[in-house]
């Protein structure tokens, strides 16, 4: 197995273009179980983790662009104050040695449907920046899973970073598992308030063959609460909005739970979370990590 260790983004996008087969590297906590367990043999292995370039985050025009190697230990310690739902999704990720290692470029790179971090990016409009030596594509989230662990990079491209606005309201991340940590969830549901314009935004893992939005379900509460008042929540519109989340799945029965049961338990998350975002917006709490 030839092994490229790039020592800067330039050279990573280089090593690509040079070696389209090659499999990047970044924590390793999905690449090497593959390898481990026979399930991938790639002839080249290029490991990013001599890339300074995208083990940093920064800020700039109201919006975060966090390296695609980052770990989720550091992004949860440096910005959990200003992506609230990624943070609490992140603390969901498999153990703190996982957490240490694995990043949220890998996670995307996997693109499995029960990749964690990916539905509080759909739930804050994130785009996913991706380069390759011909040039930049920033692909909204929503467009960037492509099917069961498929995503839209092109053969020559890598993951450069995360582009995600820090939160202007409470943000909220439920995961049902089989147990509560080292799980593969059995279904997610991200919530994300936005009373700067009067918007909610979701994101459902692992019950369909991508992560994907409640859209329906979105328009439907965004209408129905009272952002300027910010009176209680009515039970019948919590209601609703729980059975709309589950329409816009569309689970298979597997090992890890039924469909049914996850239509129910998206359901259940998505009342729970819009209680708890709702009321952190009503007494003013912004912040939920
Ligand atoms: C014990 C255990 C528990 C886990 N628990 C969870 C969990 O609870 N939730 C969860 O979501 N995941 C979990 N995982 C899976 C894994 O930790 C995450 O998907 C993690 O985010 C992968 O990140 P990584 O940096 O280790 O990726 P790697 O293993 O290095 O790479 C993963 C994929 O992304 C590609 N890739 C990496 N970086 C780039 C880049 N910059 N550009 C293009 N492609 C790239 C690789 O080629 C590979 O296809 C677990 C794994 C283990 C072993």
Redo the contacts with the bound molecule.
Sequence with gaps: MEFLRPASWREALEAKVAHPDA???????????EINFGHRRPSTLLD?TGVPE?TGWSEADGALRIG??L??TRLINELGDRVPGLAIASR????PQ?RN??????????A?P????HPPLLASDALIE?ESVHGKRLIPATEFFTGVKRNA?AED????AVHIAPATGPQQFSKVGTRNA????VCTFAISLHPDRKQVGTGIGSAAPTPLRAQVAEEFLSAELDWEQRRPLEDSVARRFGELVAQAASPIDDVRGTAGYRRHALAVMARRTLSWVWHDHCSGRQECA
């Design positions: 499999t990047p590297i970044a924590g390793g906590t999905d690449v090497m179980v990013l995208l695609a190697g770990p989720y969901t990720v498999g153990s996982i290692f694995g990043t949220l470029g890998g996670n995307l790179g996997s499995s029960a990749g964690d971090g991706v990079l491209e890598l993951i450069a080292m799980v593969i969830a």
